[in-house]
T-cell receptor, first 113, second 112 residues
Framework: GQQLNQSPQSMFIQEGEDVSMNCTSS?????WLWYKQDPGEGPVLLIA?????ELTSNGRLTAQFGITRKDSFLNISASIPSDVGIYFC?????????????FGKGTKLSVKP | KAGVTQTPRYLIKTRGQQVTLSCSPI?????VSWYQQTPGQGLQFLFE???????NKGNFPGRFSGRQFSNSRSEMNVSTLELGDSALYLC???????????FGQGTRLTVV
């Protein structure tokens, strides 16, 4: 099936630092989504991207939909302790046994105060 | 407006029992999907319903079933529970096929 390769798997950074993570695929997608998940909770949608080349911000978060439609990245500026969690990229896939959403395996972010 | 609501939040069941989980999507959303999340397998798609019809199904055994009601609320049922069914079960809703998908807080099922 289709796959999203998300990297890095984990990051351990100092408070105040910027963070960058990305997702790549060999398949083309028309919609990319970024989620944050805290332990025991459901993923929370951070940013949705609908157009190749689109750059969208949500507070300290910025995400871009790659021009080839095969990748996306998420940046977090000036990280704070509450940014800790697992960040997932997802791409909309319309049907098939994998469902409508294909997920990356997540980036676990830890922030040192 | 209210988000996706899942009940119950936590559940402990014994092997062999069955369980029903409930999901109320965001008002106006007609697509409801279910996912199983475990540390080893990550997020795995179970099924998707749209306007009371199952539109899509993942690779899970027939013990896993679901349905959607006319008000878009959905339930999923797992029969003959196995230890390996212990997981966080997530429900997600979206307005349309190409729209962003929003998740509920999940139901943590523990099978003992």
């Amino acid at each position: 099936g289709q796959q999203l390769n998300q990297s890095p798997q984990s990051m351990f950074i100092q408070e105040g630092e910027d963070v960058s993570m990305n997702c790549t695929s060999s398949s083309i997608f028309n919609t990319w989504l970024w989620y944050k998940q805290d332990p025991g909770e459901g993923p929370v949608l951070l940013i949705a991207l609908y157009k190749a080349g689109e750059l969208t911000s949500n507070g300290r978060l910025t995400a871009q939909f790659g021009i080839t439609r095969k990748d996306s990245f998420l940046n977090i500026s000036a990280s704070i302790p509450s940014d800790v969690g697992i960040y997932f990229c997802a791409a909309l896939n319309y049907g098939g046994s994998q469902g409508n959403l294909i997920f990356g395996k997540g980036t676990k972010l830890s922030v040192k105060p | 407006k209210a988000g996706v609501t899942q009940t119950p939040r936590y559940l402990i069941k014994t092997r062999g029992q069955q369980v029903t989980l409930s999901c109320s999507p965001i008002s106006g959303h007609r697509s409801v999907s279910w996912y199983q999340q475990t540390p080893g397998q990550g997020l795995q798609f179970l099924f998707e319903y749209f306007s009371e019809t199952q539109r899509n199904k993942g690779n899970f055994p027939g013990r896993f079933s679901g349905r959607q009601f006319s008000n878009s609320r959905s339930e999923m049922n797992v029969s003959t529970l196995e230890l390996g069914d212990s997981a966080l079960y997530l429900c997600a809703s979206s307005l349309a096929e190409r729209a962003a998908t929003f998740f509920g807080q999940g139901t943590r099922l523990t099978v003992v």
